[in-house]
């Protein structure tokens, strides 16, 4: 089930992850843009080392350049070709040292110069056949050959034109530029008489570009690189034990020296990205990018000899992301929990509104549903409500009392069966003709008068109204509400009875009379039954009442009525239809039986005189006409008229008697 602390928790949670997610995105968005960053300074920085490179590249051919347009140098260089020679070919040691004094005294004043102000280090004249003559930096190292260890001076001879480059020579690994001394030749072309070479350690060139960047360079050599070149004794010093991973060539912060030693930085060679080192208790971010000897510039297959190493100080920078992060963080969970906050007070104020409403409501439902338990218990009208299948589900009091069952017996039990089964003449009650099972179908309203029997089996008449009971929209049952009109019932009958009946005799009076007779007439023309119709007339009563007394004459009247009912059966209708006169239908009876029940009563008024309070007898006798209805007769009239006329007819052939009708004598199928 879902309860209102289970929302509440949903809703935490859901904000909580919003708020963790956004939190998370924009501090990486963060250290994307500072990764950017840092990554395009490092880059720029590079940018810087190599525009500065070409500066000092530039620089060196030019110095060069300058000794080797030098009359006097390339006076001497020239010269070295025709120094004598011994036996074996070798040059004259002697005239050789005279020579390469002569050189260095013309260059020594530009040698110093170039060492203290410019930081050149290295300056050396070989031959054409690149044997050196003359290293200014190293004065006793001659005479070696330069051929196939040194492709820049090699290129030189060849290309007569100047090169410069990084080169790992033997004793000095640096840049360097190289220029060819040419010598001119009236009329034909420049001699090759000799190549100039000047270096420089890149320890001044990086220190300067540190100096006005603030950042750290450094150039690392691959072991494999510097070997095979290089003298051992000018090696630079290499990273310690197994973790050997470069020549420390130049630096211009001590950091590289202490990453190098202590095996922290990737072998030269291996993929170029950014590292993150420590060192002093800081953070720095280092970039390497492959470094290409003079070779490697112009043959794309060579591996770099070494790497530039370029690394700043990141502690500044991080310290600022982190604050950065924390703030966020800060501001993501303060956003949070602000949220959260504004969420959990207008949950709170809700569910207290929610409440209020709740209890307000439940109260007024308490209260309907007692005012409708007492007005359902109170009501005088019976009330009971049934489920889809007709079962009980409530009844009330009056409903219990008048049915006579207890509540326990009427409850969940289905009420057509119970007391709704008979109807009022103890015939079955189908229940599909049970107006209460139609409204469980169709919904309608129904009013109408039925028959409910008592749990001791009597049954009593009910006016009932049953209507549906709707419930979230569909019917769910119905409600039945009735009420008891036995008493209606015995009062209506009473009515109808009394204004049927003639108030004197209690038979029929004549207009309850001519309704039965014309009744009957319907049914012999329907259904050619037989019928009889007699007309009784008391013979000269007007002067029982002029003898007797009026009460006397009502009492022979209600002696007659008497007699009339003993005599005649209980289906025949007997009326008084005129002050002291009769009519009595006879239905089933043909005019035969009618003449022989007419003499019955006839005699029986004869024989059954009234008798006074004085004990005086009085004698009455009576004329009956008879008549037999036909199928041919409309209206009461005609057979009334008929019979009239047998009474006319018995009245003239002296009273007492009864007459059958002249037309009914002969033949009874003459209609
Ligand atoms: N006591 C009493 N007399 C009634 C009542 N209705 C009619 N009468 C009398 O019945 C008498 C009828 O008299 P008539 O029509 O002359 O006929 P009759 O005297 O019976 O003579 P016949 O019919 O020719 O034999 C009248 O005197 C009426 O006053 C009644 O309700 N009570």
């Known amino acids: 089930m879902i309860t209102y602390r289970r929302i509440l928790a949903l809703v935490s949670l859901i904000t909580g992850l919003i708020f963790i997610s956004a939190t998370a995105y924009f501090i990486r968005q963060d250290e994307r843009q500072h990764a950017h960053e840092r990554n395009g300074e490092l880059l720029a920085l590079r940018v810087t080392y190599e525009v500065h490179l070409a500066e000092l590249e530039h620089n060196l051919i030019n110095l060069a350049q300058m000794l080797a347009s030098e009359p006097e140098v390339i006076r ?22 005279s020579l ?103 320890d001044g060139h990086i220190a300067r570009l540190t100096n ?37 060539l130049a630096t211009s912060r001590h950091e590289l020296r202490y990453w190098v030693g202590s095996g922290q930085l990737h072998p030269v060679n291996a993929p170029y990205r950014i590292e993150r080192l420590h060192a002093d208790g800081r953070d720095f971010d280092l970039l390497r990018f492959p470094l ?18 370029v690394w700043r100080d990141v502690t500044p920078a991080l310290q600022a992301q982190q604050a950065a992060r924390t703030e966020k963080i800060v ?23 929610w409440q209020a409403q709740l209890a307000a409501q439940t109260r007024e439902v308490s209260t309907l549903a007692q005012r409708n338990e007492v007005l359902l218990m109170a009501a005088e009208e019976g009330i009971f409500g049934i489920d889809l299948e007709g079962r009980t589900r409530f009844i009330n009091t009056s409903a219990l009392r008048m049915l006579g069952f207890r509540q326990d017996e009427i409850e969940g039990e289905r009420q057509h069966l119970l007391f709704h089964h008979s109807h009022h003449d103890g015939q079955p009650y189908p229940e599909a003709d049970c107006p209460i099972a139609k409204t469980l179908k169709d919904g309608v309203v129904r009013r109408q008068e039925d028959w409910f029997t008592r749990r001791d089996g009597r049954g009593f008449p009910v006016e009932l109204t049953c209507a549906p009971l709707i419930e979230d929209g569909r019917l769910n049952g119905a409600v039945v509400v009735f009420h008891d009109i036995s008493d209606n019932k015995q009062r209506e009958e009473a009515l109808i009875a009394l204004a049927n009946t003639d108030a004197l005799t209690g038979v029929a009076n004549r207009r309850h009379f001519l309704e039965r007779l014309q009744a009957e007439l319907g049914r012999v023309g329907r259904h050619a039954t037989q019928a009889s119709l007699l007309m009784i007339d008391l013979d000269h009563f007007k002067r029982v009442n002029d003898t007797y007394g009026h009460a006397t004459g009502d009492e022979v009247l209600r002696n007659l009525a008497a007699l009339a009912r003993q005599t005649l059966r209980q289906s025949d209708v007997i009326g ?39 004990g005086v007898q009085v004698m009455v006798t009576a ?21 009239d006329e047998a009474l006319y007819l018995a009245k003239n052939q002296g009273r007492n008697r009864v007459v059958l009708h002249p037309g009914d004598q002969t033949t009874q199928d003459s209609d």
């Not at 190293?138 to 330069?146: K, M, N, T, V």
Request: with cysteine; aromatic share 4%.
């Open 76 to 97: 001497l260089m020239s010269s070295a070709a025709q120094l004598p020679r011994g036996v074996d070919g070798s040059i004259n040691q002697d005239a050789l040292d």
């Open 100 to 202: 390469r004094d002569g050189l260095r005294t013309v260059i020594d004043p530009q040698w110093q110069v170039m060492q203290d102000q410019l930081g050149i280090r290295q300056l050396q004249l070989t031959t054409p056949d690149l044997i050196s003559l003359l290293r200014q930096h190293a004065p006793d190292e001659h005479g070696d050959s330069l051929e196939r260890v040194r492709p820049m001076l090699e290129a030189a001879r060849r290309d007569r034109v100047a090169h410069s480059g990084f080169e790992i020579g033997r004793a000095f690994a640096g840049l360097r530029g190289v220029v060819p001394v040419l010598a001119q030749q009236p009329n034909s072309t420049p001699q090759l008489v000799g190549l100039i070479e000047i270096g420089a350690l890149l």
């Open 212 to 248: 006005s960047t603030g950042v750290g360079y450094g150039v690392l050599l691959n072991p494999a690189a510097v070997s095979p070149t290089m003298w051992q004794a000018f090696q630079p010093p290499t990273s310690n034990g197994d973790h050997s991973c470069c020549f420390l």
């Open 292 to 309: 290409h000897d003079f070779l490697g510039q112009t043959v794309a297959s060579r591996p770099p000899v070494g790497a530039l190493a």
């Open 331 to 353: 501001s993501g969970l303060l956003g949070f929990l602000l949220v959260q906050g504004l969420i959990l007070g207008v949950a709170r104020l809700s569910r207290r509104e």
């Open 576 to 614: 008084r239809v005129g002050g002291e006169e009769f009519a009595a239908l006879l239905p089933d009876d043909d005019a035969a039986s009618a003449v022989q029940t007419a003499e019955r009563l006839r005699k029986a008024l004869e024989t059954h005189p009234v008798i006074t309070a004085d």
């Open 623 to 643: 004329s009956i006409g008879v008549t037999r209805l036909r199928a041919t007769d409309q209206k009461p009239e005609a057979p009334l008229g008929r019979a």
